[in-house]
């Protein structure tokens, strides 16, 4: 399919892309998904440099085949290979020699990394962005998860046809610890983009960002789509055609899992997220979630396993998405 060019750009949050370029990247995927013999060594000769500060199944292993299947040649960081922590190496020299090196950098950098520092891997990530010369991909930062978002809208786009005007439901679940809010953070925004009713659903004192909730309703505003808050599972479900489950933590004890223990214990069963509670929902109601799941205390096993859920479909596209944005970003016009 014809592309239009673009120059140099990296892609750290699915908000600092134009609609327009979002859904050309969308539009590429499913070619890449129908035709992938068209894309066969496509960027034969490139290579990719893959930072993981974080463990990872699917953002890894999605990108390495990908990379492959195009004809790259991925080459996997750990974080012994790093430059953080070390005084001696700045972010600025790594990012300005290794993009001598390399055609793209991915880069996954959770809390932990940063010290629970909010918006901090956001930060050094945008940094690096600022002195490479090749394009920097988010794998996970402390704030987005965008090619998370990007594999979400494209498997809802896929599963209902059309996004705008459906209603889908960001439900929090219990889990036993604190986690990061980049995934609820990027599919909040991601779905206000595409013209969706956005229900988000959590107990008191799990709200997200302030910030990105104003972006998400400036969102909302601009694609016709809408969003409300709710503290009740039942409220939050009924009419949902899509329920996007994803745990995480609350930002007034960021960093604290032992004084946000208590503010999560409450909520142990209630949201632990059921099968009964889809009979809220639309009878042809998908379940979502991006995978690792903690099996009966996240969602139950009735639900994951059940006719509602879509998670390995969704898991897949995580290789058409991360091979199209290669391509897209690196593939010469």
Same mark, same amino acid.
């Given at each position: ?37 068209? *894309? ?45 922590? *070390? ?13 001598? *090196? ?115 309703? +400036? ?21 949902? /055609? ?12 960021? +960093? ?6 208590? %503010? ?19 009878? /042809? ?17 009735? %639900? ?22 290669? *391509?897209?970003? %690196?593939?010469?016009?």
């Amino acid at each position: 399919m014809a592309l239009k060019k673009v120059k140099k750009k990296d892609f750290i949050s699915t908000q600092d892309w134009d609609k327009e370029e979002l859904d050309e990247l969308l539009k590429l995927t499913k070619d890449v998904k129908l035709n992938p013999k068209k *894309y066969r060594n496509s960027l034969d000769g490139k290579s990719i440099c893959m930072f993981f500060y974080n463990p990872s199944t699917r953002t890894r292993n999605s990108t390495q085949v990908a990379a492959y299947q195009l004809g790259m040649q991925p080459i996997f960081n750990s974080i012994k290979d790093s430059w953080i922590g *070390y005084k001696s190496e700045s972010v600025k020299d790594t990012a300005i020699v290794l993009s001598r *090196y390399y055609d793209a950098i991915g880069i996954r950098l959770f809390p932990n990394s940063v010290n629970w520092k909010y918006k901090e891997g956001n930060r050094i990530l945008r940094e690096f962005a600022k002195w490479s010369d090749t394009p920097i991909i988010n794998f996970e930062d402390d704030q987005f998860h965008p090619l998370q978002a990007l594999t979400d809208i494209f498997t809802i786009q896929e599963k209902k046809k059309e996004t705008k005007g459906k209603k889908v439901v960001i439900s929090w679940a219990y889990h036993p610890k604190p986690l990061p809010l980049s995934v609820p953070n990027s599919i909040l925004l991601i779905t206000t983009r595409y013209g969706m009713n956005v229900t988000l659903a959590h107990p008191k004192n799990f709200e997200l960002d302030d910030e990105i909730i104003n972006f998400a309703k +400036g969102n909302a505003e601009k694609s016709g789509g809408s969003l409300t808050m709710s503290n009740d599972i039942k409220e939050a479900y009924n009419g949902a /055609d899509v329920v996007y489950v994803k745990s995480w933590g609350s930002r007034k004890h960021y +960093g604290n899992a032992k004084d946000e223990k208590p %503010l999560r214990v409450p909520y142990r069963d209630e949201w632990c997220i059921k099968e009964k509670y889809f009979n809220f929902a639309n009878s /042809d109601s998908v379940f979502m979630h991006c995978l690792p799941i903690r099996r009966n205390i996240v969602a139950e096993d009735a %639900l994951i396993d059940g006719k509602h859920s879509i998670v390995y479909d969704q898991a897949e596209n995580r290789l058409y998405t991360a091979k199209a944005l290669l *391509y897209y970003l %690196l593939k010469e016009k």
